[in-house]
């Protein structure tokens, strides 16, 4: 078991969100669904009350823990992409399974949890500093889902 886990509250869809990652990123797997042992306050013996899962290596907990708490952009999943192809597979599972597109290569996905959907040559451009990070960061302002060739163009100035 991981010293540390992120704990993510769900209504009452915990299992389906983190089958759904597990399904989307690699290094990802669902390995624990944990039931009530009896009935209690908003619930049933047998409702899943939490889901042990992983997505891209980071070890979750999925709580479901009733409409009380509803996500936000505080916290984001930022997953790395590599190509176009990536960055496209991911944006469009996310938001083509119920998401939205937001601003920047942000986007949420159907249970309100927000990714940043990355590609590396903006990481890259960014870190670089200078002429070029600006360039390539006034690129992205003007985009949703991050268009790398834009990117590309936009760091070659």
């Not at 009380?68 to 790395?80: T, Y």
């Given at each position: 078991?991981?010293?540390?886990?992120?704990?993510?509250w769900f209504d009452n869809d915990?299992?389906?969100?983190?089958?759904?990652?597990?399904?989307?990123?690699?290094?990802?797997?669902?390995s624990g669904v944990h039931r009530?042992?009896?009935d209690y306050p908003g619930g049933k013996k047998g409702d899943v009350l939490t889901v042990d899962f992983t997505v891209a290596g980071i070890p979750c907990l999925g709580l479901n823990g009733g409409p009380?708490?509803?996500?936000?952009?505080?916290?984001?999943?930022?997953?790395?992409t590599e190509d176009q192809a990536e960055t496209d597979r991911y944006?469009?599972?996310i938001v083509g399974h119920g998401g939205r597109e937001s601003e920047c290569g942000w986007c949420k996905d159907k249970?309100?949890?927000?990714?940043?959907i990355t590609p590396r040559v903006l990481t890259e451009a960014l870190a670089k500093g200078g002429a070029e990070?600006?360039?390539?960061?006034e690129a992205m302002m003007d985009m949703k889902k991050i268009d790398v060739a834009a990117i590309e163009e936009a760091r070659r100035g």
């Open positions: 078991m991981a010293k540390n886990t992120i704990c993510l915990a299992e389906a969100a983190a089958r759904f990652y597990a399904e989307t990123f690699p290094d990802s797997a669902v009530a042992p009896s009380v708490f509803k996500h936000n952009e505080a916290f984001s999943f930022q997953i790395s944006w469009n599972a249970w309100g949890i927000s990714w940043q990070a600006k360039r390539a960061f």
